[in-house]
């Protein structure tokens, strides 16, 4: 199986394959590498196992081989489990003899420093070379119950491997995939496979996704990341799974860490890479969740499901404890989720049914709970129109008395479920909040399907997600092959000087400020008073840091004693630093100063930022961000998301910004990812939002060696 195998290959061989080699199994069961050989036959896998140990003729008990080469017979799938400086030769081994796919546990490569990636890419090459795809290094292995196929030495796997399910895992932290394994057996979630990924020198998330879409066993794919390393791959393989009625569920670390600085502006600040990650799981499809809990409970609230109709979400509560519905309402407030009041009609609705209750945000059945009660209300919430979605809160009675409101759930949404054969009574995500520790009551209702939670910040966090999940975007992101596996400033960039990134801003159509660059004094130009003064430094990024701009110049005299001034701090500030002349603006008064900024990422590709503009941009934070290009309907969900612009709106009696001209901005903007393959960066800060009409007043680009910036955009 080469590099162009099938997925169809590839998913056999990872996770069922008919014979599998352990390279560097030990006689030892106490250690990491005496554990697959016994996991495989505790759990019983079915096919070949080949211990290779060239020291040892025996290992536990079996025959073992000196090389894969010696074996003779057919190997699909070899676990390489020998020190980091003999990994090499265990590959080259593999190669020889015809295996399609090699998972190396090893550690000490790229993780480790400059000499293991240097390794990492020796292996890879040789792996590359010899046909064969490769799987780590420094992955603790694949776990498969349809095949029980147990490869790997995590040690969760000295318990039950559980009953087959639909619910696959992967994960680029090893370590995970027996946590995982384990809470989600307490939870009654039944795995189909689980993929520890490592450090992806060859096969990587995005592709083992691609090999679960095509799975027939699988349903929903949950992710653990720590990065996104092939943001394109990994949107075009939700997509896919999205189109074949399969989700995608992700949480990532990094949403505390601060961003990675990765060129010259605010934009490369604002846009780090959780940022980005951020923006490219919502265009891919991929609801992102803030708690390994929730990862592990919502697969059956999704199921069967698609994306959200309306935002924001309406969630309705039913509960027989005022606190317990509390914490979930507060939950869902703080993220964003509206919780919705019962409308008039469905109050009567109720009263018609003989259920008295109160037009409040939770619906609270405290003191008149009653199986009957809780599960006409529930159905009736299933059915109305003034919510999207309905979480049932259960008290003490989960507990001592689950016939009360435990019972009447199970019984209500058993046969209704997303994804039952009757699937199509219920359209609305029902999730489950059990107040108590009633372990019993949760095994009854992940038996029937439903998605119960044990604390109410997961459950606020799953119905969050759900809202913010969306169809994946209909285009292909790409990365120009020459910022492939580079880093963020990669050599051979060069910052443009202002002039002509407001040049690059004129040639996508984007209006900009009248403005004339001198060389010399006299510093005359033909532009009416007031106006602004900016030194046109070569590579400087935030001139007003280092006092090159000047403001309300109203004469002649004012400008050139304003060119002395920036011209002595500038020599203070930034020594060596030369000025290649005055770039004169006309000074306007706008409505709201935008930042509007576009930016390549080398790992996730391309994505376009908007938020709050000035000098305050970065420290603000006030941002929507999305992978680029987007459209005008997209460009409007981002101005709706900064905080800052809602004034535009005529807001309170004030004053309307031109937001069409906005839209047509971002939307112009955001075409770079298609039109200039050498733009890496650009960003307009601010840009002005008038009343009728907006105008760039200061631009920054970024370019790669092709350096096309300023010229048309590509046919």
């Known amino acids: 199986m080469t590099a162009e195998a099938s997925p169809s290959a590839l998913t056999r061989a990872l996770l069922a394959p008919g014979s599998v080699a352990l390279i560097g199994a030990s006689d030892d069961p106490r250690k990491n590498t005496g554990r697959p050989l016994r996991f495989l036959r505790r759990h019983g896998y079915a096919g070949r196992v080949f211990p290779v140990n060239a020291r040892r003729d025996t290992v536990l008990g079996e025959r073992a081989w000196p090389t894969v080469a010696a074996i003779g017979e057919r190997v699909d799938h070899a676990l390489v489990m020998v020190p ?60 498969s119950t349809r095949s029980r196929l ?49 450090n992806e020198a060859d096969l990587g998330v995005a592709e083992i996704v691609e090999c679960l879409v095509g799975d027939p066993d699988t349903r929903t794919i949950l992710l653990f990341l720590e990065a996104v390393r092939d943001g394109p791959r990994l949107a075009r393989a939700a997509r896919a799974a999205f189109e074949a009625g399969k989700t995608v569920v992700a949480f990532k670390l990094g949403r505390s860490a601060v961003g990675e600085r990765l060129a010259q502006s605010h934009t490369g600040a604002l846009a780090g890479s959780d940022a980005v990650a951020d923006a490219l799981l919502r ?43 509390a914490m979930v309402a507060d939950g ?121 939670f044990r604390t109410p910040e997961a459950c606020a966090d799953a119905l969050a997600a759900y809202s913010r999940w969306q169809v994946p975007a209909a285009r292909d992101l790409r990365v120009p092959p020459a910022l492939r596996d580079t880093g ?43 106006v602004v003064a900016k030194l046109a430094v070569p590579g400087l990024s935030h001139k007003t840091e280092v006092g090159a701009v000047t403001l309300d110049i109203g004469s002649e005299a004012e400008l050139g004693r304003a060119v002395e001034r920036m011209t002595e701090r500038l020599a203070d500030e930034s020594p060596g630093a030369v000025a290649g002349g005055v770039l004169v603006q006309r000074q306007l008064k706008a409505l709201a100063e935008v930042l509007l900024g576009y930016r390549m990422d080398p790992a996730m590709g391309p994505v376009v930022v908007l938020g709050a503009g000035g000098r305050l941009a970065e420290r603000l934070g006030d941002l929507s961000m999305r992978m680029a290009p987007v459209t005008a309907g997209t460009a409007r969900e981002m101005i709706g998301e900064v905080r800052a612009l809602s004034a535009l709106t005529g807001y309170r009696g004030m004053e309307r910004g031109d937001l069409d001209a906005l839209v047509d901005a971002i939307v112009r903007v955001s075409l770079l990812a298609t039109g200039h393959d050498d733009v890496v ?11 009728d009409g907006v105008v760039a007043v200061d631009a920054l680009g970024v370019t790669t060696n092709a350096g096309r910036a300023g010229g048309r955009m590509r046919d």
């Open 84 to 143: 980091a400086a003999a990994v090499a030769d265990a590959v080259a081994d593999c190669a020889r003899a015809g295996v399609p796919l090699v998972t190396v546990y090893t550690d000490g490569f790229a993780e480790a420093g400059e000499a293991g990636a240097a390794e990492q890419a020796r292996i890879t090459q040789i792996a590359r070379e010899g046909g064969v795809r490769l799987l780590g290094p420094n992955s603790i292995g694949v776990i």
């Open 150 to 198: 147990a490869l790997t030495v995590n040690a969760a796997l000295e318990g039950e491997l559980g009953e087959a399910g639909d619910v696959a895992f992967v994960s680029q932290s090893g370590s995970m995939l027996g946590a995982v394994l384990s809470r989600g057996h307490g939870r009654g979630l039944r795995f189909s496979h689980l993929v520890s990924v490592g």
């Open 283 to 325: 265009d891919a499809g991929i609801p992102r969740v803030e708690m390994i809990e929730t990862l592990l409970e919502i697969a059956p609230l999704l199921r069967g499901l698609r994306p959200p109709a309306r935002r924001p979400l309406r969630v309705a509560l039913v509960s027989t404890t005022g606190g317990g519905a």
């Open 332 to 452: 869902l407030g703080a993220r964003g989720v509206e919780v919705a009041t019962p409308d008039h009609a469905f109050v009567r609705a109720m009263a018609d049914h003989g259920v008295t209750i109160r037009p409040a945000p939770v619906i609270d059945l405290t003191l008149a709970a009653t199986a009957g009660a809780y599960r006409t209300v529930l159905e009736g919430l299933i059915a109305a129109p003034f919510c999207d979605a309905v979480v049932a809160v259960v008290g003490t009675s989960a507990q001592f008395q689950p016939e009360l409101a435990v019972e009447p759930i199970r019984s209500a949404l058993g046969s209704t479920t997303p994804g039952s054969d009757a699937a199509h009574r219920v359209r609305k995500p029902v999730a489950v909040f059990l107040a108590p520790d009633a372990q019993a009551s949760l095994d009854l209702l992940a038996r029937a399907g439903i998605a119960a």
């Open 488 to 530: 963020p400033v990669a050599a051979g960039r060069r910052v443009l000087d202002e002039s002509t990134a407001l040049g690059l801003a004129d040639a996508i159509g984007l209006p900009t400020v009248e403005r004339r660059l001198l060389s010399s004094p006299p510093w005359r130009h033909d532009l009416s008073y007031p």
């Open 681 to 691: 960066e650009f960003e307009v800060n601010p840009l002005m939002v008038m009343a």
